[in-house]
């Protein structure tokens, strides 16, 4: 694999990574309204799988940022960041206005991260190779 190949797949890594490390670690310090729109979900337990998630979030963005398990990092990433995009950002719930707009802006915005995650499973690269 060539210099440019491996540059672009490692500055796409890193540029992937601080959104799922910095809300990781706010998830972890403080749930704020996470936890009551679990909650709304349905789902058990819901400021321990806020945290959970958080700590999840850390750990996935620092195995893109590293390139250590980068694999297995995006699935993590992905399981977590799917299920965050269907729970919180049900726009198709919201009446037609801002609010609606917000949620489908942040849905959207997370299926663009979804795409990105989805190429770093595909990588043929090995893991830690720039």
């Given at each position: 694999?060539?210099?440019?190949?491996?540059?672009?797949?490692?500055?796409?890594?890193?540029?992937?990574?601080?959104?799922?490390?910095?809300?990781?670690?706010?998830?972890?310090?403080?749930?704020?309204?996470r936890?009551e729109?679990?909650?709304?979900?349905?789902?058990?337990?819901?400021?321990?799988?806020?945290?959970?998630?958080?700590?999840?979030?850390?750990?996935?963005?620092?195995?893109?940022?590293?390139?250590?398990?980068?694999?297995?990092a995006?699935?993590?990433?992905?399981?977590?960041?799917?299920?965050?995009?269907?729970?919180?950002?049900?726009?198709?719930?919201?009446?037609?206005?801002?609010?609606?707009?917000?949620?489908?802006?942040?849905?959207?915005?997370?299926?663009?991260?979804?795409?990105?995650?989805?190429?770093?499973?595909?990588?043929?690269?090995?893991?830690?190779?720039?």
């Amino acid at each position: 694999m060539g210099l440019t190949a491996r540059v672009g797949r490692l500055l796409g890594r890193v540029a992937l990574a601080p959104i799922f490390i910095v809300a990781g670690f706010e998830a972890l310090r403080d749930p704020g309204h996470r936890p009551e729109v679990a909650a709304k979900a349905g789902l058990p337990s819901p400021e321990l799988l806020v945290r959970l998630n958080g700590a999840a979030m850390v750990a996935g963005g620092l195995g893109l940022a590293t390139g250590l398990r980068r694999r297995l990092a995006a699935l993590g990433l992905i399981a977590s960041l799917g299920a965050t995009t269907v729970v919180g950002h049900p726009f198709w719930r919201e009446e037609p206005g801002p609010g609606r707009t917000m949620q489908r802006v942040q849905f959207l915005k997370n299926l663009g991260l979804l795409g990105g995650l989805a190429l770093v499973v595909c990588d043929p690269g090995r893991d830690r190779d720039a």
